[in-house]
C-alpha cells in the first residue's frame, strides 16, 4: 500500500498536467488521473518500476484517446420530427390578435374595409380596387394603407411608416 501512496505521490501531478494538455479539460484531466491510478492498482503485479512513469502517460493517453472516441460517438438528438402545428399558448395569443383585428375592420368605415379587404384577400390592384370602388387608384392607395395602419395598431405592430 506504501509503495502505491508513494507512486501516486511522485507521478500525479504528471499525469494530470499530461491529461490536461491533452485534453485541455480539468475535470476530464482529474478523471483521467483517477483512473490511470486505478488501473495501475489493479495491474500492480506487472507494474515494473523502471518505466513506471511512462506506464502512466500511456494508460492516461489511451484512456483520453478513449474519451475522444466515445464523445465523437455521442450526437445532440435533434428534434427532427417536432409537431409544426402552434402549441396552445401560439394559439390562445393569435386568437387573442385575430379577434383585435376583428373588431378594429368593423370599426373602420365599409369603404376603407373593403378596400383593404379586396388587397389582401383578393389581391386586387389599386386600380381594379378603385374602378370597384368608385376611387381614383391613388384613393383607393391611400384608404388601404389608412386600414392597414388602423389594423396593425390592433395588434401592437407598428404600422408602415411607424418606428
Do not use: C
Not at 508513494?6 to 479539460?25: C, K, M, N, P, T
Amino acid at each position: 500500500m506504501t509503495v502505491f501512496s508513494e507512486l501516486f505521490q511522485a507521478h500525479s501531478r504528471d499525469v494530470y498536467r499530461f491529461a490536461l494538455f491533452l485534453s485541455g479539460d480539468h475535470d476530464l484531466a482529474e478523471d483521467i488521473v483517477s483512473e490511470t491510478f486505478i488501473r495501475v492498482w489493479h495491474a500492480r503485479d506487472r507494474l515494473d518500476l523502471t518505466t513506471v512513469k511512462a506506464y502512466l502517460l500511456a494508460i492516461a493517453r489511451n484512456l483520453f484517446l478513449d474519451e475522444r472516441r466515445r464523445a465523437a460517438r455521442r450526437t445532440a438528438l435533434v428534434d427532427e420530427h417536432a409537431d409544426p402545428r402552434p402549441g396552445p399558448e401560439q394559439l390562445a395569443s393569435s386568437r387573442g390578435e385575430l379577434q383585435a383585428v376583428l373588431t378594429e375592420l368593423q370599426a373602420l368605415p365599409e369603404i376603407d374595409r373593403a378596400a383593404v379587404l379586396l388587397r389582401a384577400e383578393e389581391g386586387l390592384s389599386y386600380d381594379e380596387i378603385g374602378a370597384l370602388l368608385g376611387l381614383t387608384p391613388v384613393a383607393a392607395r391611400v384608404r388601404v394603407h389608412r386600414a392597414r395602419t388602423k389594423l396593425s395598431r390592433a395588434t401592437g405592430e407598428a404600422g408602415p411608416g411607424k418606428p
